[in-house]
């Protein structure tokens, strides 16, 4: 069992920044791919970035590339998401979700790949 708390949502203005962060439970935490997905009000929950096991591979949905990273620190158990230019569009609540091995990669940017699921953090960007 794998339990996710995120932390780091807040209200910035368009071109700020945040980071957040993920803490997960669990001694197996290093060999799960770990996934953001964000949810607007209104809008089905979408896919943001995702990380494999060892942080060799990273992926992105398109409207992020470039201005977020994702990152991961297996010794603290941790994922983050620094979100860097943060536009309105931005506005959601995001929620960090961990893919139990053997990772789906193939499938990383489909909800349902993913077994476990934080409470999620709001991040609000002004104009």
């Known amino acids: 069992q794998v339990q996710l708390v995120e932390s780091g949502g807040g209200l910035v203005q368009a071109g700020g920044s945040l980071r957040l962060s993920c803490a997960a439970s669990?001694?197996?935490?290093?060999?799960?791919?770990m996934g953001w997905f964000r949810q607007a009000p209104g809008k089905e929950r979408e896919f943001v970035a995702a990380?494999?096991?060892?942080?060799?591979?990273?992926y992105y949905t398109d409207s992020v590339k470039g201005r977020f990273t994702i990152s991961r620190d297996n010794a603290k158990n941790t994922v983050y998401l620094q979100m860097n230019s943060l536009k309105p569009e931005d506005t959601a609540v995001y929620y960090c979700?961990?893919?139990?091995?053997?990772?789906?990669?193939?499938?990383?940017?489909?909800?349902?790949?993913?077994?476990?699921w934080g409470q999620g953090t709001q991040v609000t960007v002004s104009s």
């Open positions: 979700a961990a893919d139990r091995p053997p990772t789906g990669w193939g499938s990383i940017t489909d909800a349902n790949t993913y077994d476990y």
């Open positions: 990380i494999k096991w060892g942080s060799s591979s990273t």
């Open positions: 669990g001694r197996t935490f290093s060999s799960y791919a």
